[in-house]
């Protein structure tokens, strides 16, 4: 199966060289590694759309959603520049009304890409239910995907250890030698109300929109 969208008139053009080039690359990595997937963590719904002009990609989006409380929560933390644990850069902490406005309009873009891929193109996962039932998450996401990976949610799941594969660059966590999965709620008990009434003023009617209130 192949993913085709065709380019309309004026930003076919201007994503010419950049949809070259990711061909090229995606080309590159999948003749090095023998694969035939290849596991794209990019953030932005923009990317996405970028990639889905890409002629012969057959591209599958899982869209992670977190309570936006929680996000805001841990961009409050500041961290020191420190390449060796995979710091690139010094992380300043996030005001939360900023983060409140970034969740809101990021995820309504992932929605509209829904939209204009279609929804047998594109899965939500809350990060809470894969957290706490992570077989049947990965169960889910492997139906989607058309693969098995009912071995990785068990593992997940009796929280066992898992080795980070390659990546070009990404979170820290990359740079340990093992992974195990911990499900993260310390907002809940640990930031202040008065903080997470801010976050709510704006982005609560899109906490709703996912469950979360």
């Not at 076919?12 to 080039?21: I, N, S």
């Not at 997937?37 to 002009?53: E, N, W, Y």
């Not at 500041?78 to 390449?83: E, G, L, T």
């Amino acid at each position: 199966m192949f993913l085709k969208v065709p380019y309309g008139v004026g930003i076919g053009k201007q994503l010419a060289p950049y949809v070259l080039h990711t061909k090229r690359l995606f080309n590159a990595m999948l003749s090095c590694s023998g694969k035939q997937i290849i596991v794209d963590s990019s953030k932005l719904p923009g990317r996405a759309m970028a990639l889905a002009q890409i002629p012969g990609v057959d591209m599958r989006v899982i869209h992670v959603v977190r309570d936006g409380r929680g996000v805001a929560w841990s961009l409050l933390k500041a961290y020191d520049r420190d390449v060796k644990s995979g710091l690139q850069k010094a992380i300043k902490p996030k005001p939360v009304f900023r983060t409140a406005l970034r969740w809101s309009i990021v995820n309504l873009a992932v929605e509209y890409l829904s939209r204009k891929l279609g929804p047998q193109k594109v899965m939500r996962v809350r990060y809470e239910d894969f957290a706490s039932n992570p077989a049947a998450t990965m169960q889910q996401i492997g139906a989607f995907l058309e693969l098995d990976l009912s071995q990785i949610g068990l593992s997940l799941q009796n929280g066992e250890a898992i080795e980070p594969g390659h990546q070009v660059a990404g979170s820290r966590l990359r740079m340990n030698a093992s992974i195990a999965l911990t499900k993260d709620e310390s907002w809940r008990t640990r930031m202040p109300a008065g903080q997470q009434l801010s976050f709510q003023r704006l982005g609560g009617w899109m906490l709703r929109r996912y469950g979360y209130l």
